[in-house]
């Protein structure tokens, strides 16, 4: 079945099944979305990394059902007004989800950030020549910095 063929038939549900379908979507990227951020918060990085995947494969699934949602709008206002008012109010609390799990990462990432950026001065001052030379200035670092490396992948 093509792509084209499945999103004819997700279009061609019922109104309360696409509502319903769209809704689990929904639900299941919001619980992955709060234990990423759980996770985030308690500085399980890699855990909540490993969550990627499923979280890109959840969202990819509710995107798919979000815009069957806006082409049948019409038929689903007049067919399915209850359950379209609350897939809404899921897409809220997504939306607020989502909010705070940017603000976790940024902050995650600004904790990482200056916990390199001191970590690399530190390596540098120790390596700096830190006594006077005859004429009684401090001379260049004649040792080249080894540096350090970071792979950002969060």
């Keep these: 079945m093509s792509a084209a063929d499945r999103l004819a038939a997700l ?3 019922p109104a309360t099944e696409l509502c ?3 809704e689990t979507a929904l639900d299941a990227l919001v619980t ?3 234990e990423e951020t759980t996770l985030l918060r308690a500085g399980s990085f890699r855990q909540a ?3 990627t995947p499923e979280k ?3 969202a990819q699934d509710y995107v ?3 815009r069957s949602v806006q082409r049948q709008i019409t038929r689903l206002r007049e067919e399915a007004p209850a359950e379209l008012e609350r897939l809404h109010g899921g897409h809220e609390r997504l939306a ?3 909010a705070e799990n940017l603000k976790v990462i940024a902050s995650a990432r600004n904790l990482t950030d200056s916990l390199l950026t001191e970590t690399a001065a530190m390596v540098a001052s120790r390596e700096r020549t830190k006594t006077y030379d005859e ?3 401090i001379p260049p670092s004649s040792k080249v910095t080894a540096g350090i490396a970071v792979r950002k992948s969060l």
Aim: glycine residues 12%; without cysteine.
């Design 49 to 51: 990394g490993g969550l």
């Design 11 to 13: 279009d061609e549900l």
């Design 56 to 58: 890109t494969r959840l």
């Design 32 to 34: 992955i979305m709060n």
């Design 96 to 98: 607020t989800q989502m």
């Design 64 to 66: 798919t059902h979000a």
């Design 135 to 137: 004429t009684g200035i």
């Design 20 to 22: 319903a379908r769209a």
